[in-house]
């Protein structure tokens, strides 16, 4: 992509609402030579400060030399359609994400655990929820995967206010899990959440969030798939960091 380098030069200094921009931006690339920065704002759902302040982190004086920068690549990139180059990016991307999160908080949540739950939202997120059962097991914590929404809200009203709760979910934004996240939230039950680079709903109110890059393909038959490899990786990391964790305690 035209802004990789950009990212990768000054990573860093972003912050999750600089990378939704970012996403934003690359997603509508062809048209960003004649958007103006108020157009750039609500396709981003941000303000036109928060892009000005983007620009400024990326190493511009101002949304217009952004652009330029922008018009001036584009003529002379071509878009990757390798797909191992795209799914390569998006294991990347998540494991800068990965670094700039606090393992000790998460490894302290599952120490003090007795019981581990974890949720996914479809069929794919209940593979990777398998997947994790199989790790949590390897360092002796009970766990238990929510088949469906029914074992969810069966779970909700018996979670103890030290238990722990994983919820997986590519958009974040499942309608129907609403109603379980305010009962979480009023018996102050701590619950993960782990979806995809974006503002949503069950990111803002999880008591720890964790993000993943997965960008989203379109096959033969004109379905769109997602790679659920970052997450299986969250999990991956998560053991290895709270066997870290534990060592040193």
Known sequence: MI?????NEHY????DNDIHIIQMINKNIHLIHRLKIQEIADISHTSISSIHRLSRKLGFDGYSDFKA???LNKQTSKPSTDIIEKLEQDMLQTLKHLKMIDFDFISEQIDQSPNI?????GVAQLNVARDAQRHFLSIHKKVMVLNDETELKIVTDQMKENELLFIISLSGDTSHLKENIEILRTRNIQYISITTLK?????QNANFNIYVNSSPINLFNYISYSSFLPYHMVFEIIIR????WKTSH
């Open 199 to 203: 503002d949503n709903y069950l990111a």
């Open 3 to 7: 802004l990789d380098k950009l990212i």
């Open 12 to 15: 860093q200094q972003l912050n």
């Open 241 to 244: 960091k709270y066997s870290e």
């Open 69 to 71: 920068y922008i018009k």
């Open 117 to 121: 739950y974890i949720y996914g939202t």
